[in-house]
């Protein structure tokens, strides 16, 4: 596979190969090679083809020499786009938003993760339709069938995916209304909730691990928790709160992602406190941090936050400091450093925690452990493997 991106203006190019390497990296999370990348001068994107003419034509030439790999593109393509620049090429023709797709779909373990990728699936799939599908059933035509002789496959096509849409929007009605009664029962157990958030990758997951003793996935890949976890966490006062690992953000989130996954970040629209995690040493800390703000934005998430940096063991001091002071500054909040395979900064985030659970939260009996394990001493911090 090769991947392309566009950059209109100079200043832009630093961010646009930025853009790129995060883009590498999703193809490598699929389980493809990249064999090349290039970044191409583009002022106005062609209404046909999206690149011009002649960029077209030397593409052509230079993936027959390659061996017809596939290309992923980092903008968006239109239905029209693609087909015409598959057409030209002669090879599949891939947009980010397509990746993404095909990642969620890979790592969606519970069914409501499934239900959830396959809605978001379709609804990318369903204006991009070109008809002779083989694995969706051809209409025939007779007494009491609806269609018939006159009507076109990708009509029929068309129909079939929206009534599996509809029967996906129903069952993800029934799992979110069980999740909804899981959330009440949490609920009406008086315990603070706080959610982990931020860029894919950041290291949400490790720090639940490290946390709360767990033993929830966290390699070091882009979306390698789709599905939201949840665990007890003792704090210093002996508070127990819920701290829930939820989906990474990402730059240019497919909307049908956003859209599908709604009852997955209610999650997050009903902690009573967000941790938000930047991972500190990434070239690109402060562009994800806004992204990830710009979607709580979105999201109308105006609950008190904690602004953890992640990986600070892979900064030098003087790059810490300088980190939490330009970070802290977008965000609005002080920043904490943090390093789980060091155990750095776990002991002060356990305390903002805790400040934050006495202001959400009335303490009372039902949010503190039983005594048999308020006689254990606290869980001490301890390292895992990833940071």
Known sequence: MIVIGTVARRDEREQRDIELDELEELARTLG????????????????????????????ASHLAELGSPAVLCNDQLTPRQQRNLQEEWGVPVLDRTEVILAIFARRAITAEGRVQVEMAQLEH??????????????????????GGPGEKQIEVDRRLIRQQ???????????????????????????ASCALVGYTNA??????????????????????TLDPTSRRLELPSGKLVILTDTVGFIQKLPTELVEAFAATLEEVRQAHMLCLVVDASHPDAEQQLLTVLETLRSMECDQPMILALSKVDRLTASEVRAARLRLGDVAGVSALALSATRGTGLRELRQRIDALADQVVPDIKANRPSAASQATPPPTEFRTATG
Do not use: M, Y
């Open 165 to 191: 849409l509809k029967r996906l929007r129903e069952r993800l009605v029934v799992i979110e209304r069980q999740r909804r009664t899981r959330r009440t029962a949490r609920t009406n157990v008086p315990l």
């Open 125 to 146: 799939l369903l204006p991009r339709l070109a008809g002779g599908w083989s694995h969706l059933e051809r209409q025939r035509g007779g007494v009491g069938l609806r």
């Open 32 to 59: 493809t090679d990249v064999l090349e990348r290039s970044l191409i001068s583009l002022r106005e994107p062609h209404p046909a083809t999206f690149f011009r003419s002649g960029v077209v034509a030397a593409f």
């Open 203 to 224: 290291g949400k997951s490790t720090l639940l691990n490290v946390l709360t003793h767990s033993q929830v996935l966290a390699d070091d890949l882009l979306f390698a």
